[in-house]
């Protein structure tokens, strides 16, 4: 699908969608309950509904109890992993990969580890080196999908690197606190990402499973600080990362409120009201919403490392800045759904900024104005969303090519977009 994008004004009032990697922690934590777990204020974005077909295919019995106002909530029931297929299809995501691939291995049947598009050219470093020494046998693993896993696990301490993914850690988490029956430690290096730990440390704690860590250097399992209930209830907060380009939006091109968002959140992508604040934006904390408006804002410096999902939406920022900005942590733009080094440089060439990549750093020169252009989204979701927000201060219209990637983590991202004033116009392709 083709996007056409008119520069102009926008003002408006969304709610922000359910973070899809909570709820994608949330399945996964609900397939290794061993009994009921009541899942509210679930979204439907592609990511979240591979992970929800995948808990079923590994024996979870799901039922959506109801439909409201655009979120699901789901009734899981589960004795733990017990496949009813030979295979699993992550879809797209990355996450459901590296998270599902040591929980599939809980069991002893073989489960071929499956998905198409972007997934299958992006590399899964460490899954090897990790499971062969938890005993697991690999067939066919050639550092990405497809290949088959054999277990189970053997629960036992261990050290990994984490250098390529904090996923993979993730999935380990919720495999090893499942199957253990005694203590046991997982020491790490080269951990990026840890607000995404806290996360799944978060969600297995409201499943009765505290995970420890010593300045997440070592993780500690204890079974016997566990709690059990027959049922678990736990609530999808509104999500960060996709409340993130309207919170810009609003910044650049008029004034728009996301509600629903918890400033208190554990989400990396919480950071992107800080940056707004460093850059002067007009942002109001309210009790239901936060509003951003449209104003002259200075450059800013920021480390993106620990969450570089927001760096296409801070690069449409820093284009909309006065003076040069500095956006660090490059290196972890390299396996994304595109190589977003060379898909956020190649969106700003097109729009006529200036900038440069020194070392670790993306250096932005902020304009007052961009190029009408056509941008080609690499099927990447989040540089479709970028180039649509950026879009609004350009000279003349903007065509964004495979703008449906966006339905990836926030299928009603145009929705909002336009209910905001924005005008947009479709073409299938």
């Known amino acids: 699908m083709k996007a056409t994008i008119e520069p102009g004004y ?14 994608q922690r949330a399945l ?9 777990t009541i899942i509210n204020n679930a979204g439907y974005s592609a990511d979240e509904q591979a992970a929800l077909q995948i808990i079923q295919q590994l024996g979870a019995k799901v039922t ?15 004795n733990g992993v017990h496949p009813i297929t030979d295979k699993i299809d992550c879809g797209e995501s990355g996450l459901s990969a590296r998270l599902f691939t040591p929980i599939a291995a809980l069991h002893s049947s073989p489960v071929t580890i499956s998905g198409h598009g972007s997934l299958a050219g992006r590399k899964l470093e460490g899954v090897k080196e990790m499971l062969t020494a938890l005993g697991v046998t690999l067939t066919g693993f050639q550092g990405h999908i497809p290949f088959t896993v054999c277990g189970p696990i053997q629960a036992t301490s261990l050290k990994i690197n984490a250098t390529g993914s904090s996923q993979l850690l993730s999935g380990l988490l919720f495999s090893l606190s499942a199957c253990a029956t005694t203590p046991l430690s997982i020491r790490v290096t080269g951990l990026e990402s840890k607000p995404y730990i806290d996360l799944t440390m978060d969600v297995l704690a409201q499943f009765g499973k505290p995970i420890a860590h010593r300045i997440y250097r070592e993780f500690f399992i204890d079974p016997a600080s566990y709690s059990h209930k027959d049922i678990r209830q736990i609530t999808i907060e509104a999500d960060w990362s996709s409340a993130s380009f309207l919170l810009v939006a609003g910044a650049i091109a008029g004034e728009v409120t996301v509600e629903g968002l918890n400033v208190a959140s554990l989400q990396a992508d919480r950071a992107i009201l800080d940056v707004l604040q460093q850059a002067g934006a007009v942002v109001t904390v309210g009790d239901t919403g936060i509003l951003v408006r449209k104003s002259r804002m200075r450059a800013f410096d920021f480390d993106a490392t620990n969450c570089p999902d927001l760096f296409p939406i801070l690069a449409t920022l820093a284009a909309n800045c006065n003076g040069d900005s500095r ?22 060439w097109s729009f006529g900024v200036h900038f440069s990549v020194e070392d670790d750093t993306l250096c932005i020169e902020g304009a007052e104005r961009f190029n009408g252009t056509i941008i080609d989204s690499y099927n990447d979701h989040r540089i479709a969303m970028a180039a649509a927000v950026c879009a609004l201060r350009a000279k003349s219209r903007v065509d964004i090519e495979g703008a449906d990637a966006v339905k990836k983590s926030y299928p009603g991202f145009f929705d909002d977009l336009v209910s905001c004033g924005a005008k947009c116009t479709f073409f299938d392709t």
């Not at 926008?10 to 909570?22: D, E, M, Q, T, Y």
């Not at 699901?72 to 589960?78: D, E, K």
């Not at 660090?328 to 956020?344: A, W």
């Open 28 to 36: 996964a934590a609900a397939l290794l309950q061993l009994g009921s």
């Open 327 to 348: 956006i660090r942590g490059v290196h972890r733009l390299f396996n994304k759904e595109s190589n977003r080094v060379e898909s956020v440089t190649e969106m700003l």
């Open 64 to 78: 959506e109890v109801r439909q409201n106002n655009g979120l699901r909530q789901f009734s899981v029931s589960s």
């Open 10 to 23: 926008i003002k408006g009032v969304v709610a922000a969608p359910p973070s899809k990697s909570l709820t």
